[in-house]
């Protein structure tokens, strides 16, 4: 339990509050920073390993992302949700770690988008693939190959696609946390989306990755 202003122990379950944690936290509470690990560290490398695809620099990037919470807390205005701020900073120390770095290959996702005729429709059709995915949902082969493609996408559709599908963030939360529009969130989410379709796709056709 943290030390109130009174000098009492603060019951754990108060910590909860996420104001309340941020008040502990800037008087340098062991109990806060232990509570503030907990509830976010998984969450934290996670992220950081669906950006960074490197176990010992997702660590790293976690650690860092803690220590400048703790050394930032101070500056947190309120002005968003506590998991945003930390979401944010996460991602901007993964993404310094990545520039600094020899950027790994990805490939285009302009070839997979699709293509109208002039009267609108699809020059090609598109597959129906919502009942195989059903059937495969619990194969260990399928998840790895969805991980793949997902790696495959350069880092601005990655970092959409992972707040917003898998951290299942809202389209405002996503463009808070990276500082991008709302339309831009969406247009990236969408392209993201139309690949990762477009690569399964072929995926459960063929039986291999493309």
């Known amino acids: ?27 340098g509470s062991p109990e806060a920073v232990e509570a503030l690990f907990d509830r976010f560290h998984g969450k934290i490398y996670g992220l950081a390993m669906s950006i ?11 650690q860092d ?18 998991y945003s701020w930390i979401y944010r900073i996460c991602v901007n120390a993964c993404l310094m770690r990545l520039r600094g770095k020899r950027r790994q290959e990805t490939v285009s996702i302009e070839e997979f988008m699709p293509v109208f ?12 693939w919502s009942k195989e995915v059903e059937r495969k949902m619990l194969d260990k082969e399928l998840g790895r190959v969805i991980k793949k493609f997902t790696d495959e996408l350069s880092e601005k559709y990655r970092v959409v696609f ?17 500082g991008l529009t709302v339309p831009a969130v969406k247009s990236r989410l969408h392209r993201a989306r139309l690949f990762l379709r477009e690569q399964l796709s072929r995926y459960l056709q063929e039986g291999k990755t493309a």
Do not use: C, W, Y
Request: charged content about 35%; cysteine-free.
């Open 162 to 178: 992972v707040l917003s599908d898998v951290e299942g963030m809202s389209n405002e939360e996503t463009a808070q946390i990276l």
């Open 1 to 27: 339990m943290a030390e109130s202003k009174q000098g009492k122990r603060m019951p754990a379950e108060r910590l909860l509050d996420d104001d309340v944690l941020l008040e502990e936290l800037r008087k």
């Open 52 to 62: 960074l695809k490197n176990e010992s620099d997702a660590e790293e990037a976690t």
């Open 65 to 82: 992302v803690f220590l400048t919470v703790f050394q930032k807390a101070h500056t947190f205005k309120g002005n968003s949700a506590l």
């Open 117 to 128: 005729t002039e009267d609108g429709m699809h020059t090609s059709p598109v597959e129906d």
